[in-house]
């Protein structure tokens, strides 16, 4: 599997963007952090020390040689609203909520932090444009993957057939059931690709997050697409599962730039 390691930090890392993108989903190892957040948690929403917080960025920025100050992250909100980074965002100032971040700045390093929800990561390397984008079942069901898709269309004009796109560690089938109230979401969203979607266990229902952005990407014209495959409740060693852990844990994180 494609994974990194400098120091502690380990991270796993897509092998078919382009040179000149760097990207990592950093696994929970080598930060400061201690139980139940252990040991890199990324995020000050569960609970965690924000000064530990921000010595764990530190660290990830450093392991890739990325300066932590170009950082451009945003408020998760399980939306498809879009940032588009000009520029780093100051840490003294507001966060956006937006769930999908754009940026053709390679001064910019784009960040956004996980526990079971999908991590899409874009490259359009014609129009040299990178992102992320954070796709929980909420926001698959409102088609986050597709308005990433339109918003790199309309700002910077990519074709969807130039681009490729990233499907990170994440919770899989296996362990992610949902009610009916959700499936209906779904069947309502997809039509007969629901089928391809949601899996009945034992009378219980599960959802493929995977296939459900893959196809969304598709329909949108995405031809290059590589899903990892990991699946963050099976692998409690390496990734924080929201789920797997019932609350108590630490987000991992996701970083992109252009070289």
């Given at each position: 599997?494609?994974?990194?390691?400098?120091?502690?930090?380990?991270?796993?890392?897509?092998?078919?963007?382009?040179?000149?993108?760097?990207?990592?989903?950093?696994?929970?190892?080598?930060?400061?952090?201690?139980?139940?957040?252990?040991?890199?948690?990324?995020?000050?929403?569960?609970?965690?020390?924000?000064?530990?917080?921000?010595?764990?960025?530190?660290?990830?920025?450093?392991?890739?040689?990325?300066?932590?100050?170009?950082?451009?992250?945003?408020?998760?909100?399980?939306?498809?609203?879009?940032?588009?980074?000009?520029?780093p965002r100051s840490l003294d100032g507001?966060?956006?909520?937006?769930?999908?971040?754009?940026?053709?700045?390679?001064?910019?390093?784009?960040?956004?932090?996980?526990?079971?929800?999908?991590?899409?990561?874009?490259?359009?390397?014609?129009?040299?444009?990178?992102?992320?984008?954070?796709?929980?079942?909420?926001?698959?069901?409102?088609?986050?993957?597709?308005?990433?898709?339109?918003?790199?269309?309309?700002?910077?004009?990519?074709?969807?057939?130039?681009?490729?796109?990233?499907?990170?560690?994440?919770?899989?089938?296996?362990?992610?059931?949902?009610?009916?109230?959700?499936?209906?979401?779904?069947?309502?969203?997809?039509?007969?690709?629901?089928?391809?979607?949601?899996?009945?266990?034992?009378?219980?229902?599960?959802?493929?997050?995977?296939?459900?952005?893959?196809?969304?990407?598709?329909?949108?014209?995405?031809?290059?697409?590589?899903?990892?495959?990991?699946?963050?409740?099976?692998?409690?060693?390496?990734?924080?599962?929201?789920?797997?852990?019932?609350?108590?844990?630490?987000?991992?994180?996701?970083?992109?730039?252009?070289?």
């Amino acid at each position: 599997m494609p994974f990194g390691q400098t120091d502690a930090l380990r991270y796993y890392q897509f092998d078919f963007f382009s040179n000149n993108v760097l990207n990592a989903v950093f696994t929970r190892h080598g930060g400061v952090s201690p139980e139940p957040w252990t040991s890199l948690n990324l995020s000050v929403s569960v609970g965690d020390d924000p000064a530990r917080v921000a010595e764990n960025r530190i660290l990830a920025f450093n392991a890739l040689g990325r300066n932590p100050a170009s950082i451009h992250d945003a408020w998760l909100v399980h939306g498809t609203d879009v940032v588009h980074a000009e520029a780093p965002r100051s840490l003294d100032g507001p966060t956006q909520k937006a769930d999908i971040i754009f940026t053709s700045n390679p001064r910019v390093s784009l960040f956004m932090r996980f526990a079971d929800c999908v991590p899409l990561l874009f490259h359009d390397p014609k129009r040299h444009v990178i992102g992320i984008a954070h796709a929980g079942w909420m926001g698959t069901v409102r088609g986050v993957a597709e308005a990433s898709i339109k918003a790199m269309q309309e700002r910077y004009g990519s074709k969807p057939g130039d681009v490729v796109v990233g499907i990170g560690p994440s919770i899989g089938v296996d362990h992610y059931e949902v009610r009916e109230e959700v499936a209906a979401q779904f069947r309502d969203r997809f039509g007969a690709d629901s089928e391809r979607i949601l899996q009945t266990r034992e009378g219980r229902i599960h959802l493929d997050l995977w296939t459900a952005n893959a196809l969304q990407l598709q329909k949108m014209g995405v031809e290059q697409i590589q899903i990892s495959g990991l699946c963050t409740a099976c692998h409690l060693e390496d990734w924080y599962s929201h789920r797997a852990e019932n609350g108590k844990t630490g987000r991992f994180g996701a970083l992109m730039a252009l070289t």
